[in-house]
């Protein structure tokens, strides 16, 4: 009897373990990412052999940058631009929203990294990106107290869409806003005028044709890191 009730404790304590760790799987899953060593590509790797490999676990420093006319690609092949009316607009928990003019963007400090954009299971696109860091925007807007996670605001072929991360990602620069890559303009097909580099994050979290980068006081990093193919990298 006490052998049989010994068993019913462990596995009940074994099952609600498992609840809880499913309940609070979204917040602990990139906690767990982020303690995994990075694997150090080797030089010559074939990018597309890491179609289902999470780039958060990716050590690229070694791959070469791909020519543009190799990049894969999904969902809108352009979207409507007009540089004397576009604006990016700079919002929410800022003591002064302001927007941004195209010519404007281009005359911020520059950054320019090779990162690895993967959309699961498609493709891989490792590039050399040219842009701007979130914390210029940062600087220019001024935030208010807490603000914790900022959304970026772009679009897809199934109509407007938002992102989010955390504001610690925008401060070291692991996510930008990008204009060229490989020393070219960004094509429409890839986000034309501004789209996201989140170094770390499945591509289908790069928004392209970003418009509006709103800074919030809630959000946890990377809850909604997960492979998707609902929207367009």
């Known amino acids: ?11 009940l304590r074994l099952a609600m373990w498992c609840v809880t760790t499913m309940g609070l799987g979204l917040v602990k899953v990139p906690v ?25 676990s990716l050590d690229t420093r070694n791959l070469e940058v791909m020519p543009l006319d190799a990049f894969g690609i999904m969902g809108d092949k352009d979207y409507p631009f007009n540089p004397k009316t576009w ?9 002064t929203p302001i927007g941004f003019s195209y010519e404007q963007i281009l005359k911020f400090p520059v950054i320019e990294r090779d990162v690895i954009l993967v959309c699961p299971g498609v493709f891989v696109n490792h590039g050399r990106w040219k842009g701007f ?9 001024k935030l208010q107290k807490n603000v914790s996670s900022i959304n970026v605001y772009g679009h897809s072929r199934f109509g407007d869409r938002m992102e989010t991360f955390h504001i610690d990602e925008a401060t070291s620069d692991t996510v930008f806003l990008a204009y060229a890559v490989n020393n070219t303009p960004l094509p429409g097909k890839h986000g034309y005028p501004l789209r996201i580099v989140a170094e770390g994050h499945w591509g289908s979290h790069w928004a392209k044709y970003v418009k509006k980068i709103e800074f919030t006081e809630s959000g946890s990093r990377k809850t909604t890191d997960l492979p998707r193919r609902d929207l367009d990298p």
């Open 1 to 11: 009897m006490q052998t049989r009730r010994r068993i019913l404790k462990t596995g």
């Open 32 to 56: 767990l990412f982020s303690e995994i060593k990075k694997r150090i590509l080797p030089k010559g790797t074939d990018p597309q052999s890491l179609k289902t490999t999470n780039p958060e």
């Open 133 to 141: 860091s979130i914390r210029e925007l940062i600087h220019r807007a």
């Open 87 to 95: 604006r990016l607009e700079v919002t929410g928990a800022v003591e």
